[in-house]
């Protein structure tokens, strides 16, 4: 199994877990990112976990989804009250849900929007991070630029191999295209390797 990326927080030891919150609305593909995600894992040689949280997931209600990554056979079943990343699916849901809860500052941020974290009134919380641990990427305008639809979740699934390197970009592609063979697989394959890209860059000043 390749090494897992040293920014990855809490994983100064890289046998230790690493656990994602991802926060959207139903619709969205909340639940099939964490699930693309822990294909990425396993192709890799990690052991992964992918759940939903309880409650209604109807069209536009709030969604969380959790996934959990590991060199070691994962035991635990509860819902991720630290994280060490949050996914951002939905930016309206800054103002109405504590979508940080439990990050600390060592950890990621990741937040589907074109404007910058000044713009979205979180200059001061994100300063409290290290160096490249926080970025917004524009991922529904990537979504209707390679898929017709805003559909962000795999976008954002390339934003999160950028920013944190818990899983390659090549892995991301590979459980894309076998969700979703042909067109459509391809097309979120693009929007995903756009926002890696995006990611990947030197994130303009807040």
């Known amino acids: 199994m390749p090494p897992r990326d040293p920014r990855v927080s809490r994983l100064h030891d890289p046998q230790q877990m690493l656990e994602i919150r991802i926060h959207g609305r139903g619709g ?65 849901l800054l103002a109405s849900h504590d979508v940080f809860a439990g990050l600390g500052s060592d950890g990621f941020l990741l937040v589907n929007s074109s404007r910058g974290f000044a713009e979205l009134g979180l200059a001061d919380w994100v300063a409290r991070f290290g160096p490249g641990r926080a970025r917004c990427v524009p991922a529904t305008e990537l979504a209707r630029e390679h898929l017709g639809r805003p559909l962000p979740n795999a976008a954002l699934l390339g934003g999160l191999a950028g920013l944190t390197g818990a899983v390659r970009i090549e892995s991301v592609i590979g459980a894309i295209r076998e969700r979703f063979p042909g067109t459509v697989g391809e097309r979120n394959a693009a929007a995903a390797a756009a926002a890696y890209a995006i990611s990947r860059t030197e994130p303009a000043p807040c």
């Not at 593909?29 to 995600?37: N, R």
């Not at 996934?67 to 930016?91: F, G, K, N, S, T």
Request: aromatic content about 8%; glycine content about 6%.
């Open 28 to 92: 969205q593909g909340v639940v099939t990112a964490a699930e693309l995600l822990s294909i990425a894992a396993f192709r890799e040689g990690q052991y992964a976990q992918a759940f939903p949280s309880f409650g209604s997931e109807r069209m536009g209600a709030p969604v969380t989804s959790f996934c959990r990554l590991d060199a070691q056979p994962i035991r635990v079943r509860e819902p991720i009250d630290r994280p060490d990343v949050i996914v951002v699916q939905d930016p309206t």
